[in-house]
């Protein structure tokens, strides 16, 4: 995820655009504690008129939050089918 994170703001540097409005994430709590800081921290760096907003909860809620168009953006532990929404493996936790 991080690396993905700098590679959009590599690519809005190279373009002289910053990300701007609002994003709406959903994060499994299992997840969050480890992953949210640093995002916070690089986005608030690069983007500061980025207004990011978190959702934590259980998968399925967040799931429904995603289909109902209530969040943006979901990182997720499990993989799950999500038909016509794009997906992307950030790693594989061997434990």
Excluded: C
């Excluded at 590679?7 to 992953?35: E, H, N």
């Excluded at 995002?39 to 939050?65: N, Y």
């Amino acid at each position: 995820l991080l690396a993905e994170l700098d590679d959009l703001a590599a690519l809005t540097q190279a373009t002289k655009a910053t990300l701007q409005g609002s994003l709406r994430f959903g994060v499994i709590p299992t997840v969050a504690p480890y992953v949210l800081p640093r995002i916070f921290e690089a986005l608030k760096s690069s983007h500061a008129d980025l207004s990011l907003s978190v959702r934590e909860g259980p998968t399925q809620l967040l799931l429904r939050m995603l289909r109902e168009g209530e969040l943006d953006l979901l990182l997720l532990a499990i993989d799950v089918e999500l038909g016509t929404v794009e997906t992307l493996a950030l790693f594989d936790d061997p434990f």
